[in-house]
T-cell receptor
């Protein structure tokens, strides 16, 4: 089984709809992250969490919210999706500061 | 503020050629970590290497090698005798000890032609 899983893997939605992307991990890591990837822009950090009670905004948090339901679960929500949120979204986990991050398979989101 | 620049947007070579992917970084921290990730056409991100700022030794892993030079703030990645399976987007990333989060470069799309 994969260490970091994301659901759904693909999603097409309409402008204005609320959508939730879910991430689960079995690595036992405290740190979890949400990124989006756009062509030519690399990966940009949306939100990150260092434990269940700790949530931090990243570089591009506007239009997004997150929930850390448990050590193993970190969800990303788009309250009212818009077309420029069409992107590939990745969840990642890490253990200690400076450790490499382990990424989920990604969720391809299209907002029409 | 931390920043990573991968100036090469796309590189295309013929199989068996050697190829070097450049990565230049900016940071004010004295303790930081550098990474390379591979993203094959299937889309997942694969961790390749981690290097901390106090370890300037070059590293070799099979056909892959990494050259870390603090004097030029560079962490370049060389693939020797490239193969078609090396075709992917490669990302360089930086994590400062204080910030504790990764900043990625824009990525270099590498195409190895048969």
């Amino acid at each position: 089984d994969a260490d970091v899983t994301q659901t759904p893997r693909n999603r097409i939605t309409k402008t204005g709809k609320r959508i939730m992307l879910e991430c689960s991990q079995t690595k036992g890591h405290d740190r979890m992250y949400w990124y989006r990837q756009d062509p030519g822009l690399g990966l940009r950090l949306i939100y990150y969490s260092f434990d269940v009670k700790d949530i931090n905004k990243g570089e591009i948090s506007d239009g997004y919210s997150v929930s850390r339901q448990a050590q193993a679960k970190f969800s990303l929500s788009l309250e009212s999706a818009i077309p420029n949120q069409t992107a590939l979204y990745f969840c990642a986990t890490s253990d200690l500061p400076g450790d490499g991050q382990f990424f989920g398979p990604g969720t391809r989101l299209t907002v029409l | 503020a931390q920043k990573v620049t991968q100036a090469q947007t796309e590189i295309s070579v013929v199989e068996k050629e050697d190829v070097t992917l450049d990565c230049v970084y900016e940071t004010r921290d004295t303790t930081y970590y550098l990474f390379w990730y591979k993203q094959p056409p299937s889309g997942e991100l694969v961790f390749l290497i981690r290097r901390n700022s106090f370890d300037e030794q070059n590293e070799i892993s099979g056909r892959y090698s990494w050259n870390f030079q603090k004097s030029t703030s560079s962490f370049n990645f060389t693939i020797t005798a490239s193969q078609v399976v090396d075709s992917a987007v490669y990302f360089c990333a930086l994590s400062e000890q204080g910030a504790q989060k990764l900043v990625f470069g824009q990525g270099t799309r590498l195409t190895i032609n048969p």
